[in-house]
């Protein structure tokens, strides 16, 4: 009968010695690091007068001198982390001195090799430092890195530091096809790694705008997200019309948010756009662009399916005079359902901003305003109260 | 007065504070101050000056002196020209008791001369201690501007403080910091300082309400805000400026750039 | 007589079968555990080597609608609000939903915040839930919501939330936790790693008894000074780091914390939102997504971001601690009944032949057979005192894999995280771990009994729970 509990008893020895070893482990581990922690804190003591000194002296002529003595490994350390950690809050010619620095004491020598090592944790370390340090000479090394890793939050690691440290345009594109070879619609995060870069990327935006790769399209259009410069509008003129929904609707917003000249036609047909995306931009912008023909599409955005096209329209029929502002309420009076809703919502809201209005002529246009308001809903007696939620209600998220 | 002892002390401790406080409390329309130092003064240097002092006529005056050997005295209600007057005739009538005496002194009048800011006075002070030969020292408009702007550096982050405490130490500005949105506040209404450089992602407050909250301060004048931060959102930055926010850097952020911003935000 | 050598055999027969149970039982907390190393070191590269600076002020990040039901939570609300205000994250709004608090909870928000009632506040209706009695808002703070509606539980908080919610990410979050100011943008980065796929990302939770806070920033690491907090952080940490870091590398994982989790909008509304009327709407949901994302063949994720933390405050007496519990076992329990059909089914992949079977025979039915192994060997040995052996291989068996589990786990948190700054730390850490396994361990397996027998009583309460302000703790820390 023994011979069944004998398998529960090696078990039981496994786990005694997984147990001991696993104890020995945690405080060899802790130990070690508290004394790490320990003695980085000494050297940083004790070369707080050279960081000092390197801060007073940064935008001097001078070559910044190169730290005193003969450094232990980890004290190498600590003044790299402490420079790197400057370069990384800096831009301009200061942190190009900075970065000389760290290539005059050998940091960027001692990464260099690390990034051969056997051990992918130090490779993977050193390409971070290496990053920061804007060392251009490891770019190639780092892009065979990034050219064997498969997608995982490495990837995004490997594609900063080649970002920062790149010199050349060609090898930031490269990056790129890297990064992106694995189908994964990351144009956010790419846009937000490319911008790290010192090099001019307003250019290389613009040549990423007419590449034929859907891919550095998009994201030369999120990249630029809020400052479309005049140049590019040619290049967005074509993208407006792209097939793929995700460039149309980013092409579109980067376009819209140049403030510029709309022909009727262009608004109708952007306003029908089967994107939500593209609705909801055109209709926020004609708040602003006092379009003749705007009131009445605006009218009918508001019955639209989706909510951002919806209070997109309603808060540019609130900006576009007593004229939009009157549809607003004639909606809210005798509409139905969501855009009833919608059109109540914001006339509240202009009624109760309205009365923080220094300036005379927003005193001015509030007024007449309030006077529609007073007109539709009465002072008193008429005071828009809100429906029972409309059935059905709005499955968009 | 049971307060007098601590209240001398107080006085002592924060003499340039004390005099900014009691100028604005005295609310005279000019306001006469003049600072006498000396290197080898007697202990009785201030009873004597209250002598000399109280034998003018229709002279009215406080005199206070703090643990440096500066001496001050504050004459409401004179113009320049008084105040140099009676700078003239105290040096005289010191130097025939105390033959030994070489006091230097610095006097100016306010308004005419600006604003009596604590740094402002400080500086005044300084310059009578500092001062080469026994002439009478008119402290003048010019020197006024550069007095020293007191900025308070506010930064989750240790190394950008480290770094833009050492920058503008060497610009000639008086710099404080602290580390999270609360304390912030609490030494901007304690330091009233000339400007506040600031991060707006901070521990204990939202950027924005913080922003409101110093402009809506109950100090005389608040201080000028310049935000320096990652935060890039245009929305945030509209907002920023919207709340009468002087002016906003993003980091990473230039050196030299930022040196520029903030002198022209003192021009 | 033979009657008697009858019923010892069976016994015997039914005791080995418990011992083996335990050792397949825990050679599948190994098997686990073995992802979580495999994974612990790239979690702590991707978390020591991106920097967030970039990030959390660009408008490339998606912007997150932040839902924090409170319920009876007037002491701890605004402290809490203010914290969820000055997160390192470029773009969000904080939704307060107060759910029919009895005390002020909603009267303290609007003091401290100058709030004013919305005249028309615009509620999507894209989930239903209870009609709500108000929103209030103040333009000084703009990220910032607060909705009133009566009692509907935690759920039904959320879908409100979500009704109201402007953006496409949401992200839960109970009251009486406190974020850390980088928690949502490591999140998003995780998110935004793979935003197509993901569907819902949970954050490690950890008990901040005992720490230090001021200003919503934990200012100082140590470990609780009670003892029921102290066992729950051992708990956590088994459960988050050695647990659920395996668990989502094999895209198994069941549950995502309640106290804070991220999620898409669009799906969370697809599957129809919380389900009301029972606790343990956070693993539902976690289910309902799988289920949704996998019956309509879509490549998906639900990852789990160890690095984003959130601190909560651990119940620090029996009674709020077995009531908790109490309560698990019961959601627990309905989640499982709910979802048989998706166990041993090959559609349901990884989901239905290796997470649901899991938790519903490891994990549900765990305290049964444990208890009657030990009862059956423990008649054993009374027929036959000779083979005492066998009940003792069986305790150690329970305690030793158990302790070698919480051992991996601290393992774990020392490779990727080393928040215990102190030697004293490891050594409290190591003796609760084993002290554990003397009381508190079957106290958990009674709760949890006593939470089926409360399902199948239908007794539906949420039972107690207080709450202690930050501060108060903060200040007396060492009050044990």
């Known amino acids: ?397 | 007065m049971p307060n007098t002892a601590t209240l001398q002390t107080g006085i002592q401790e924060n003499l340039y504070q004390h005099i900014e406080d009691w100028v604005k409390a005295a609310k005279q329309k000019v306001c006469g101050v003049l600072f006498l130092y000396s290197a080898n003064g007697p202990a009785h240097l201030e009873a004597q000056v209250r002598g000399i002092l109280e034998s003018q006529p229709d002279l009215s005056f406080e005199v206070w002196s703090n643990e440096e050997g500066i001496l001050a005295v504050i004459m409401p209600g004179l113009t320049l020209d008084a105040v140099h007057f009676e700078g003239l005739l105290l040096k005289q009538r010191l130097q025939e008791t105390l033959p030994d005496l070489d006091p230097r002194i610095t006097l100016a009048s306010f308004p005419e001369q600006g604003e009596p800011t604590e740094s402002v006075l400080k500086q005044m002070a300084e310059s009578a201690k500092r001062s080469v030969t026994g002439d009478i020292h008119i402290f003048s408009k010019e020197e006024v501007k550069a007095a020293r702007s007191r900025i308070l550096i506010v930064d989750n982050d240790a190394t950008i403080r480290e770094f833009l405490q050492i920058r503008l130490q060497m610009q000639g500005y008086e710099t404080y910091e602290a580390e999270d949105g609360l304390s912030a506040l609490e030494m901007i209404e304690k330091l009233k300082p000339d400007m506040v450089l600031t991060e707006l992602n901070l521990y204990g407050i939202d950027g924005l309400p913080y922003i409101n909250h110093i402009q809506n301060m109950n100090v005389s004048k608040s201080p000028k805000i310049v935000v320096l931060t990652e935060q890039k959102v245009e929305q945030t930055i509209s907002q920023c400026f919207q709340s009468g926010v002087e002016d906003y850097i993003t980091k990473p952020f230039s050196p030299v750039e930022l040196d520029a911003r903030i002198r022209r935000c003192f021009n | 007589m033979e009657g008697i050598i009858l019923l010892r055999d069976i016994l015997l027969i039914y005791g080995l079968f418990a011992i083996y149970y335990v050792m397949t039982v825990n050679a599948l907390y190994f098997a686990v555990l073995a992802f979580s190393f495999k994974n612990i070191m790239n979690i702590f590269r991707r978390s020591a080597y991106s920097k967030y600076n970039t990030l959390s002020g660009s408008e490339l990040v998606p912007a997150v609608s932040l839902l924090v039901p409170a319920y009876n939570e007037e002491v701890t609300v605004i402290e809490n609000v203010k914290c969820l205000l000055t997160l390192n994250y470029p773009n969000y709004e904080v939704i307060v939903i107060n759910d029919g608090s009895k005390d002020d909870t909603l009267g303290v928000l609007v003091k401290e915040f100058e709030l004013e009632k919305m005249a028309n506040p615009e509620m999507r209706n894209s989930i239903d839930c209870q009609a709500i009695t108000g929103v209030y808002h103040n333009p000084k703070y703009p990220h910032l919501f607060v909705i009133d509606k009566p009692n509907g539980g935690k759920a039904d908080s959320l879908n409100a939330g979500i009704n109201l919610s402007h953006y496409p990410l949401i992200s839960s979050i109970d009251a009486d936790s406190l974020l850390e100011k980088d928690a949502l943008i490591r999140m998003a980065r995780q998110y935004m790693e793979n935003p197509e796929e993901t569907v819902a990302i949970g954050g490690d939770v950890r008990i901040a008894n005992g720490c230090l806070i001021e200003n919503g920033q934990v200012k100082d690491f140590s470990l609780p000074n009670k003892m029921w907090p102290m066992f729950q952080a051992i708990e956590y940490l088994k459960a988050f780091l050695g647990g659920r870091i395996g668990w989502s590398s094999i895209n198994g994982l069941i549950i995502v914390s309640g106290a804070f989790g991220l999620f898409r909008k669009d799906y969370v509304i697809a599957v129809g939102g919380y389900r009301g009327g029972y606790p343990g709407e956070d693993m539902n949901i976690i289910i309902k997504l799988h289920r949704y994302m996998l019956e309509n063949k879509l490549r998906y994720r639900i990852a789990f971001c160890p690095e984003a933390v959130c601190w909560t405050q651990a119940p620090d007496t029996y009674h709020i601690l077995s009531n908790q519990r109490k309560r698990w076992g019961r959601g627990n329990l309905k989640n499982m009944i709910e979802n048989y059909d998706m166990a041993f089914n090959p559609k349901y992949k990884v989901m239905g032949l290796l997470t649901m079977p899991y938790n519903i025979i490891f994990e549900a039915l765990n305290p049964y057979f444990k208890l009657t192994g030990l009862l059956a060997l423990a008649g054993y040995v009374a027929l036959d005192m000779t083979q005492w052996k066998i009940l003792v291989v069986f305790g150690l068996i329970n305690f030793l894999s158990g302790y070698l589990f919480s051992i991996g786990a601290l393992l774990l948190e020392e490779l990727a995280f080393k928040r215990f700054t102190k030697i004293s730390d490891l050594f409290k850490m190591l003796f609760y771990g084993a002290f554990k396994f003397f009381g508190y361990s079957q106290l958990g397996t009674l709760w949890r009994i006593q939470g089926h027998i409360q399902y199948l009583q239908n007794n539906n309460s949420w039972g107690a729970m207080t709450r202690q302000s930050w501060k108060e703790k903060s200040e007396t820390p060492s009050s044990a």
Not at chain 1, 165 to 190: C, F, S, V, W, Y
Not at chain 1, 276 to 303: C, T
């Open chain 1, 1 to 397: 009968m023994f011979s069944h509990v004998t398998v529960a008893i090696y078990f039981v020895y496994v786990c005694l010695g997984l147990i001991g070893l696993g104890i020995a482990l945690l405080f060899y581990m802790k130990i070690k690091h508290l004394k790490m922690l320990k003695m980085k804190e000494h050297y940083r003591l004790k070369h707080q007068d050279y960081f000092k000194f390197i801060q007073s002296h940064l935008h001097e002529n001078s070559e910044l001198p190169v730290p005193p003595g003969k450094l232990a490994p980890l004290e190498r350390r600590v003044i790299q982390d402490k420079l790197a950690e400057l370069i990384e809050q800096f831009k301009g010619e200061l942190r190009n001195r900075l970065v000389e620095l760290c290539e005059r004491a050998g940091f960027v020598k001692d990464e260099m090799d690390q990034l051969e090592s056997l051990f992918f944790g130090r490779r993977v370390e050193a390409a971070y430092r290496l990053g920061n340090m804007r060392a251009h000479e490891a770019v190639p090394r780092l892009l065979q890195m990034l050219r064997k890793q498969k997608y995982s939050p490495l990837t995004i690691i490997l594609g900063r530091a080649i970002a920062k440290a790149a010199k050349q345009e060609d090898q930031l594109k490269e990056m790129l096809t890297l990064m992106l070879r694995h189908g994964k619609p990351i144009h956010n995060l790419a846009a937000d790694v490319l911008l790290e870069t010192d090099l001019d990327s307003s250019k290389l935006l613009l040549q990423f705008l007419e590449d034929g790769n859907p891919d550095f399209v998009k994201v030369a259009l999120v990249a630029m997200w809020g400052q479309a410069v005049p140049e590019v509008i040619p290049a967005l003129d074509k993208l407006v019309g792209a097939e793929e929904k995700d460039v149309r609707a980013e092409a579109v917003k980067l376009y819209l948010s140049s403030n510029p000249v709309l022909k009727d036609e262009t608004i109708k047909q952007l306003m029908s756009d089967n994107n939500w995306e593209v609705r909801a931009a055109i209709a926020k912008s004609l708040g602003s662009l006092h379009a003749a023909g705007s009131i009445p599409l605006l009218r009918n955005a508001m019955r639209d399916e989706n909510w951002w096209v919806r209070n997109n329209s309603a808060e540019s029929l609130a900006k576009l005079g007593e004229t939009g502002f009157e549809i607003l309420c004639e909606t809210a009076l005798r509409g139905s359902g969501v855009e009833r809703e919608t059109a109540l919502f914001h006339i509240e809201k202009v009624m109760s901003e309205g009365a923080d209005h220094h300036a005379v002529d927003q005193m001015v246009s509030f007024n007449k305003k309030r006077l529609l308001y007073d007109r539709y809903f009465g002072v008193t007696e008429r005071k828009p109260v809100r429906k029972v939620a409309a059935v059905g209600g709005d499955y968009s998220a």
